[in-house]
Structures are given as C-alpha cells and as structure tokens.
C-alpha cells in the first residue's frame, strides 16, 4: 500500500478552496507503492520506473543485462551490438578452420586473422617438445634405409684346399683369421664395406585440408 505524503501545510482556521485542495494534492509525494496499488491500465512514464536492479533493460545507448532475461517478442541486434556479440564467441587468440578461402574478417565484420598454412595443431603440453606456445616444427620427409645393402668383405686364402671346412676361430682385434681345415682364410679390412641405398619417405599422417585462421587483433 503506498503512503501518500501531503505537499503543503493549512492554517487551523484556514478556509480550503478548490484551487489550495489542488495544491494539496498536486504537491503531495506516493511512496511505498506496490504491484496492487497500480491499475491495469495505468500509463506511467519509463522514467518512472527503476527495473534494472531486476535485470530489465532501460533506456539508454549501452544497456546492461543481468540475471535471466526472456525476451517473449524477438530481440533487434544492430550492427554494433551483433559485432560486440561475435567479439565475445571470437575473442583474439581463437583458432578457426574453414572449408572456404573467405577471410574470418569479410565473413565475421571482426577483427584481423592470420592464416595458419601447412601445419597441424598439437595440444600445448607442460614440458617436453610441445610445451611452449605457438612453436613450430616437423618436416613432412625424412630419408631413411630402404633395406638395400651390399656386403663386400675382402679374404685372402692361403694353403691347400679342403673339402671339409668349418670356422675353428674368429675373433680377436685387428686383422681377424678365419682357420679352416688345410688352409687360411685372412679378412682384410681395408677391403671390406657395407653400403646401402637411401630414399626419403613420408612423415605424414592421415589428414584432411582445411583452412585454418587464428585471430590476432
């Protein structure tokens, strides 16, 4: 129930005319008023009313919305409200992949991006190869073996021939003597090497091509 609060004080003996009730009355302030105390047809000017303190919105340039808003009618964005809107789901620092050449900024109206070109995203790790932000490295070829080697292995036979032959020793530093039976089998080094083929092969794994843009401003 609201408290009405009179706007001016009559004498005891003072006569009350039409024109002194209007002052009473025009003067006089309402406080304490609550839902029942207003009509359902009542007209009373937005300025009147503080609603923000519910979460409603005022009027004003730059509106504030707090706790939960429902908005039964549809919402209005204009240009500068949507671009703050996408700045806060795109903030700078945000990765993006695309499967059109569009730069974010034409698509978005936001913000500068750079491409990210040629390159995977690994997740940033606490140590190790991945722990510093935005590193870079790989290659998408390495050489390797590819299983091909030729063996040549110098020997100098001296003494008879045998037909039952078997290695009775091999060891030792240096010059190493194969002793077979009724002659000598001498491995030299210096005549003896391995020597293979190389090829580079793929690094690659399993991928799919898309164009990726980071927000940098």
Known sequence: MGTITR???????????????????????????????????????SSKIDLTSAGYVTTGANNAFTGNNSFAGGMTLTSTSLTDVLGLIYPVGIVITLGVSTNPATLLGIGTWTAITGKVIVGKAGSGTFNTLDATGGAETHTHADGSYAVNIGITTSGANSTNQKLSNVGGSGTPDVALNGHTHTVDPASTDVSGTSAAGSSLQPYIVKYVWQRTS
């Not at 003996?13 to 406080?31: F, G, P, Q, S």
């Open 7 to 45: 706007g001016q004080t009559f004498g005891a003996t003072e006569t009350i005319t039409n024109t002194k009730l209007h002052t009473l009355v025009d003067d006089a302030t309402v406080t304490g008023i609550v839902n029942a105390d207003v009509s359902a047809g009542a007209a009373i000017a």
